[in-house]
T-cell receptor
């Protein structure tokens, strides 16, 4: 089944403890991206990747890192999480960034930083 | 700064009503997406438009590039259409996406 898989679904952590949220797609998509969703602000793009080893900042990249070593995986890393990073996170992929194609979203990761 | 504005924010309709959700944007775009998010959080892509009109079942999406405006219409609405509908645009310069804050639709039986 074609899908974008995020893990974990729920994560509670403490300020400063490094964490990684994984994202994997099995559709051979070139474009992958991370978003956070906050009440009243909607979805905002954190980082995106056009292909392996190519990443770019989105609207709200501060406090986050990403890497794209393989086409299928695009992990989101919080080196030193802070409470303002408490949010609902989504990973998404699409076939080819150069030719507009639909976005496929993961099921989301609800992160709480205390 | 809000690159994408949606209206209304909240909408309650009786089953069977015709529904329209509007999206206006202020940047140059290569495509506009309509997304659906059900309670519980999952997001599904409904349409991707760069011009004209698309139809899928009871859903119709239109876009007017000159006016920088898109509409999502739901004909013969049903309680299962209750969800948050989100408009998203992909910039024509670069590959960033910008999102509206969503329209929360409730369809009452």
């Amino acid at each position: 089944e074609a899908q974008v898989t995020q893990n974990p679904r729920y994560l509670i952590t403490v300020t400063g403890k490094k964490l990684t949220v994984t994202c994997s797609q099995n559709m051979n998509h070139e474009y992958m991206s991370w978003y956070r969703q906050d009440p009243g602000l909607g979805l905002r793009q954190i980082y995106y990747s056009m292909n392996v080893e190519v990443t770019d900042k989105g609207d709200v990249p501060e406090g986050y890192k990403v890497s794209r070593k393989e086409k299928r995986n695009f992990p989101l890393i919080l080196e030193s999480p802070s409470p303002n990073q408490t949010s609902l996170y989504f990973c998404a992929s699409s076939l080819d960034a150069a030719y507009n194609s639909p976005l496929h979203f993961g099921n989301g990761t609800r992160l709480t930083v205390t | 700064k809000n690159e994408v504005e949606q209206s209304p924010q909240n909408l309650t309709a009786q089953e069977g009503e015709f529904i329209t959700i509007n999206c206006s944007y202020s940047v140059g775009i290569s495509a506009l997406h309509w997304l659906q998010q059900h309670p519980g959080g999952g997001i599904v892509s409904l349409f991707m438009l760069s011009s004209g009109k698309k139809k899928h079942g009871r859903l119709i999406a239109t876009i007017n590039i000159q006016e920088k405006h898109s509409s999502l219409h739901i004909t013969a609405s049903h309680p299962r259409d209750s969800a948050v509908y989100i408009c998203a645009v992909r910039r024509d310069t670069g590959n960033q996406f910008y999102f509206g804050t969503g329209t929360s639709l409730t369809v009452i039986p």
